[in-house]
C-alpha cells in the first residue's frame, strides 16, 4: 500500500515568517501535486512536479521534488494571511490518474 | 466555465438509512473520481470512472457502496446503509482524461448519526 505522509500536521504562525511542509514516502510516484483546500471546498491544485530534483515557483511558493521521487516539500517564504488553508499533497502512481493524498497540513498564518 | 457541481452540499441521516449524492462534472471530461475525506484527513479514491466504465474501484466498500455513470456524465454515489463511520465529506472530480489536472467540486457534507 503507497502512503504519503506529511508533516507537520498543524501549523502556526505570525505573519512574515517562513515555513516548509513535507511529505514523504517509500513509493515512487511517477508525478506528486500539491494543494490547497479552504473550508467547505474542494482541493484546488497548486503545481505538479514530475521530475526527480525538480523545482518549481509559484510567487512565493517553492516546490521541490525528491531526486528519487519519493518526497516533496513546499516552501512557503513570508507567509501572509491569505495562505492559511489545508496543504495537501498527492502522488500519482502509473498514469492512471488516481491519487494517494497525504492527511494534509493545516496552516494558519495570524496577523 | 462552470465547474464541477455536486448535490446536495449538506445531508444528516440516521445509522442504516440510504442516501445518494449527485455529480455533475466539467462538460467534455471524461474522467470522474468520487473520493472519500474524512475530518482530519487527506481524500481517499473510491472510484474511478473513464466515460461510463470503471477504471478502479479497488477502495469501495461495495457490500454497502455504489456508484454509476450510466451515459458517461452526470455519476451518482449511493450509500445504503449507512454507518456512523460513513461521516466525512464526498468530492467528486473531474478530468479530461488519465493524465490531466482534475478539478474538484464543493463536496457533499455526510453527517450519520
Known amino acids: 500500500t503507497q502512503l504519503l505522509e506529511q508533516s507537520p500536521q498543524f501549523l502556526s504562525i505570525q505573519e512574515g515568517e517562513n515555513l516548509t511542509v513535507y511529505c514523504n514516502s517509500s513509493?515512487?510516484?511517477?508525478?506528486l501535486q500539491w494543494y490547497r483546500q479552504e473550508p467547505g471546498e474542494g482541493p484546488v491544485l497548486l503545481v505538479t512536479?514530475?521530475?526527480?530534483?525538480e523545482v518549481k515557483k509559484l510567487k512565493r511558493l517553492t516546490f521541490q521534488f525528491g531526486d528519487a521521487r519519493k518526497d516533496s516539500s513546499l516552501h512557503i517564504t513570508a507567509a501572509q494571511p491569505g495562505d492559511t488553508g489545508l496543504y495537501l499533497c498527492a502522488g500519482e502512481s502509473g498514469n492512471t490518474g488516481k491519487l494517494i493524498f497525504g492527511q494534509g497540513t493545516t496552516l494558519q498564518v495570524k496577523p | 466555465e462552470a465547474g464541477v457541481a455536486q448535490s446536495p452540499r449538506y445531508k444528516i441521516i440516521e445509522k442504516r438509512q440510504s442516501v445518494a449524492f449527485w455529480c455533475n462534472p466539467i462538460s467534455g471530461h471524461a474522467t470522474l473520481y468520487w473520493y472519500q475525506q474524512i475530518l482530519g484527513q487527506g481524500p481517499k479514491l473510491l472510484i474511478q470512472f473513464q466515460n461510463n466504465g470503471v477504471v478502479d474501484d479497488s477502495q469501495l466498500p461495495k457490500d454497502r457502496f455504489s456508484a454509476e455513470r450510466l451515459k458517461g456524465v452526470d455519476s451518482t454515489l449511493k450509500i445504503q446503509p449507512a454507518k456512523l463511520e460513513d461521516s466525512a465529506v464526498y468530492l467528486c472530480?473531474?478530468?479530461?482524461?488519465?493524465?490531466?489536472?482534475?478539478?474538484f467540486g464543493q463536496g457533499t457534507r455526510l453527517t450519520v448519526v
Open positions: 472530480a473531474s478530468s479530461l482524461g488519465l493524465n490531466t489536472e482534475a478539478f
Open positions: 513509493s515512487v510516484f511517477s508525478s
Open positions: 512536479v514530475v521530475t526527480g530534483g
